[in-house]
C-alpha cells in the first residue's frame, strides 16, 4: 500500500474521531468533506496515483457518509452501499484502457 493511502487512512481515522466528539450533525457533513479536501490534496501530491479512480471512490464514500450522517438512509443500507461501491471500483469497467478501432 502506497504511503498516501496511509495518510488518507489516517485522515479518515481522525475525522471519525472528531465525529465521536461533535454532536451536530451538520459538523459531521463538514468533517467528511474536510477528509475529502485532504484526500484531494493529498492524492494531487501523488504523481504515480490514479486521480480519478482514486477521487471517484473517495467522493461516492463521502457522498454515502454524508446520506448516513443526515440520516436520509440507514446504516446498514449505507454499509451494503459502500460494499457495492468497492465491488464496482474494483472489479468493474476499466476505463483505463483505450478502445482500438
Avoid: C, E
Avoid at 502506497?2 to 459531521?28: P, R
Avoid at 443526515?70 to 457495492?84: C, K, S, T
Amino acid at each position: 500500500m502506497n504511503q498516501t493511502w496511509f495518510k488518507i487512512l489516517a485522515a479518515m481515522i481522525i475525522g471519525s474521531m472528531l465525529k465521536y466528539l461533535v454532536f451536530s450533525a451538520l459538523a459531521w457533513v463538514f468533517i467528511d468533506l474536510a477528509v475529502l479536501g485532504v484526500a484531494y490534496l493529498l492524492l494531487r501530491r501523488d504523481p504515480f496515483t490514479d486521480m480519478r479512480h482514486s477521487m471517484l471512490f473517495l467522493g461516492g464514500l463521502t457522498a454515502v457518509n454524508v446520506l448516513v450522517d443526515l440520516g436520509i438512509i440507514g446504516g446498514m443500507i449505507g454499509n451494503l452501499v459502500l460494499l457495492a461501491l468497492l465491488a464496482y471500483m474494483m472489479f468493474g469497467r476499466d476505463y483505463t484502457r483505450r478502445r482500438r478501432r
